[in-house]
């Protein structure tokens, strides 16, 4: 249990296309554009003065894609982000504004680019041949999902494991207050139990909150999956809710994909969603009774992988005020995306296996063009929600 974490509200942030750039005319390709570190440091005051208590950080591990999820070193920041010094003043920076720093991190796979994948694929009895899933070498391999660019990395190999929880261990040391952890259901269990000693072995306030999201695998991307009795849970349809809760006495929480949707079915896409708040309650009191006590759920309305929520509503700003208004009467932790305090929106939907589709969820945040009115109706309900939880 982590009581600092309880009821913040956490401000998420993708590094490349938040603040410091100069030209955001490219961001409809998936290149960088300019966005880093010390841009996001600049901008500590907006998010003291919107009210935040913690700053959500992409991944900033040396990688070849402008999201920063296809890692090519654990321990080296990328450089088109900063350094190491810049990550260290935007950390101390924020600190003195009473807001944590939470990582995005990435532990079950790596950028095809990764010089020990390089390795493995070329030395078979090299000593990163065994960090990786190779089904015929040195073509086939499991990977995230289905995607080959993302080869799995072989977390039960003890070397790796200790390469990975090393990473997580070292930028904890620089005052990084948890993580964010991607695609939790992919590495094992038994991994997860030794990351989580170690990790809280630094210091029980670091925070870990996983994504353990369901949508859009299928059937041929089990085996790439580190579940408990996965075949079996696949064939009796396990659910998001299931998902959600098997981490529970494992990690300190998961992000809350169920209230998203909720919020979408009954506010977006109703023409009166007044007429449907009953429902709306219901249907999130008895959500919650599905988990146990002290297991954190951070709640969002958007995110870097789905379509807005102002292109789901129609770009009603009514609608999206009372999605915030829910979401931050809710008594769990709470995401703010970039973005959604200003309505930003886009033309697009993002569809789950439609390739770069999720950049319309990516844009540029539109500094020169922030709409003052929301803002302020968001930090109100922030500080409402202080003084109620």
Not at 44 to 72: E, M, Q
Not at 182 to 211: A, M, N, Q, R, Y
Not at 315 to 331: H, M, V, Y
Request: with cysteine; hydrophobic share 40%.
């Amino acid at each position: 249990m982590v009581p600092w974490f309880k009821y913040a509200v956490i401000y998420q942030v993708l590094i490349d296309r938040f603040a410091g750039y100069r030209y955001p005319g490219k961001w409809e390709k998936p290149v960088f554009i300019g966005g880093n570190l010390k841009g996001i440091t600049g901008k500590i005051g907006y998010l003291k003065k919107l009210g935040v208590d913690a700053l959500w950080l992409s991944p900033f591990y040396k990688t070849d894609r402008y999201h920063g999820y296809h890692v090519t070193d654990f321990y080296e920041v990328e450089p088109r982000f900063g350094s190491a010094d810049d990550l260290k003043l935007l950390i101390s920076t924020a600190h003195s504004n009473n807001i944590r720093i939470i990582a995005d991190f990435v532990p079950n796979h790596c950028s095809l680019n990764h010089p020990y994948f390089k390795d493995a694929c070329m030395n078979r009895k090299g000593r990163y041949y065994k960090w990786f899933f190779f089904r015929k070498w040195p073509d086939k391999y499991l990977s995230f999902l289905h995607f080959r660019e993302l080869p799995k990395l072989n977390l039960r190999n003890p070397d790796t494991a200790n390469h990975i929880i090393g990473a997580a261990k070292y930028w904890l040391g620089l005052g990084i207050d948890g993580f964010r952890i991607d695609h939790v259901v992919g590495p094992h269990h038994s991994f997860w139990d030794k990351f989580t000693k170690e990790v809280k072995s630094v210091s029980p306030e670091k925070v870990l909150i996983g994504e353990a999201w369901m949508s859009g695998i299928r059937f041929r991307d089990i085996r790439t999956l580190g579940l408990k009795y996965k075949y079996f849970k696949w064939a009796t349809r396990y659910t998001q809710e299931d998902a959600q809760n098997e981490f529970a006495g494992v990690l300190d929480g998961v992000l809350d994909f169920n209230l998203r949707d909720r919020l979408v079915e009954y506010i977006a896409w109703k023409d009166n969603p007044a007429l449907f708040l009953d429902k709306l309650i219901e249907s999130l009191d008895n959500h919650y009774r599905k988990y146990p006590l002290n297991y954190f759920l951070p709640g969002f309305i958007d995110n870097h992988d789905m379509s807005r929520f102002m292109f789901e509503c129609g770009n009603n700003f009514e609608k999206l005020k009372l999605a915030l208004k829910t979401q931050l009467l809710q008594p769990q932790p709470q995401v703010i995306y970039y973005g959604t305090e200003t309505g930003l929106s886009h033309s697009k939907p993002v569809l789950i296996n439609q390739s770069n589709s999720d950049l319309q969820a990516r844009k540029p945040m539109p500094w020169d063009n922030l709409n003052k009115e929301l803002i302020e109706y968001c930090s109100s309900l922030i500080a409402k929600r202080k003084k109620m939880l």
